[in-house]
């Protein structure tokens, strides 16, 4: 029977203390998101690079997933695909400039061979900008490949429209494991910190912020063959 993380979510929300902030408290985290000037790798495949910001201009080359690039500038020009609201940036690639919409750049990228057997693994999350605050869904905007194989989070969502908003993320490397720490509130506006923690053993360890382990799950059998393998 397919683990249903919404449970799992409801019971953090149902244990944890939960402390209230006012709202425009929390709007403020994240608030306009934008990338600085830096190297990043991309969290989509078949990104393309135009000589302008603009997808009707001319594309210069085609990007591969977990390409990295070099940030130069955002160019405050935003637009919105598939949910994600973003801005265009000014970027270089090898010898190439030009310009990609950063709803395909990962925010933060971890690099880390998890089990130890050689292969890189991927751990990388990105922002969705909506018209009010900076958000990311667990099923969409949080990818990990590990042995070249996409852990999806979506097929451990029985219910993908979950009623949270997450407003926060980071990744930290500890003990031959991987934390996602989250952040995230609820229509209740109440913020809830959430730790899922990847273990070399290939399984997801669900915790609160007391670090209380609430449900343990193995990856094996939401692990997707990549499309770039």
């Avoid at 020009?77 to 750049?105: A, L, P």
């Avoid at 061979?113 to 969409?140: C, H, M, P, T, W």
């Avoid at 029985?158 to 490397?173: A, K, L, M, R």
């Amino acid at each position: 029977m397919r683990t249903n993380l919404f449970m799992v979510l409801f019971s953090i929300l149902i244990c944890s203390n939960i402390f209230g902030q006012d709202l425009n408290e929390i709007e403020n985290i994240h608030l306009n998101f934008s990338f600085k000037p830096g190297n990043y790798f991309l969290i989509e495949d078949n990104v393309k690079v135009y000589s302008n910001p603009d997808i009707d201009s001319q594309v210069l080359l085609t990007l591969a997933m977990h390409d990295e690039i070099s940030l130069l500038e955002d160019v405050h020009n935003t637009q919105t695909f598939d949910g994600v609201r973003s801005c265009w940036y000014r970027i270089k690639y090898n010898q190439i400039t030009g310009y990609i919409w950063g709803g395909g750049i990962a925010v933060k990228t971890v690099l880390y061979d998890i089990d130890k057997n050689g292969i890189v693994d991927y751990f990388q999350y990105r922002i969705a900008n909506s018209e009010s605050r900076n958000y990311l869904r667990i099923d969409k905007d949080i990818v990990i490949y590990i042995n070249k194989r996409r852990i999806c989070f979506e097929s451990l969502i029985e219910n993908p429209s979950i009623d949270y908003w997450y407003t926060d993320c980071d990744f930290e490397e500890e003990n031959n494991s991987v934390n996602i720490f989250l952040s995230f509130f609820e229509k209740h506006n109440s913020i809830i910190d959430v730790v899922l923690q990847i273990t070399m053993d290939g399984e997801i360890v669900f915790k609160d912020r007391k670090q209380s382990t609430l449900e343990v799950i193995n990856l094996n059998p939401y692990a997707e063959r990549s499309d770039t393998e």
